[in-house]
């Protein structure tokens, strides 16, 4: 039984891989600002981690790398980078649920992208390295 790529999975799948590459270079970036200059960022006496900016640094810029690596495998269908986007997205979707008193709007709808996010990556996520969602056929 041969089942046939949804463009709109894809599309799902594409958005999801594009969203882990932005974030992954961000989280590069946060990390190398950390390393760098350990003043840079100002920690609250009420803060619950009590680790250093270095700390702190090392470990935005190994999960920074990471997500963007898997951010560029999930074009090709990997599942390994699916699985870290999923992972990702019920994340985002239980930030967004703790954000709910303060945004309601835009926590609903983050927690809606998650479903989408973590639907296309789960059913369809092979559906991308066979569909012609990024326009590349004219290459």
């Not at 709109?8 to 932005?22: D, E, K, P, Q, T």
């Not at 999960?63 to 994340?91: E, S």
């Not at 927690?111 to 290459?139: K, M, N, P, Q, Y």
């Amino acid at each position: 039984m041969t089942v046939s790529p949804n463009s709109a999975a894809a599309g799902w799948s594409a958005f999801a891989g594009i969203m882990m590459v932005i974030g992954g270079v961000w989280w590069v970036i946060v990390g190398l600002v950390a390393l760098v200059d350990d003043a840079f960022y100002v920690v609250g006496p009420e803060y619950i981690f009590q680790f250093d900016a270095t700390t702190w640094g090392w470990i935005h810029l190994i999960l920074g790398i990471v997500i963007l690596l898997a951010g560029f495998y999930v074009f090709t269908g990997a599942v390994w980078a699916r699985t870290v986007g999923v992972i990702i997205a019920v994340l985002w979707a239980l930030v967004a649920f703790a954000w709910l008193p303060w945004y309601p709007v835009w926590a609903i709808v983050f927690i809606a992208v998650s479903i989408f996010i973590i639907w296309a990556l789960t059913v369809h996520g092979r559906d991308i390295a066979h569909s012609d969602v990024l326009g590349t056929e004219d290459f």
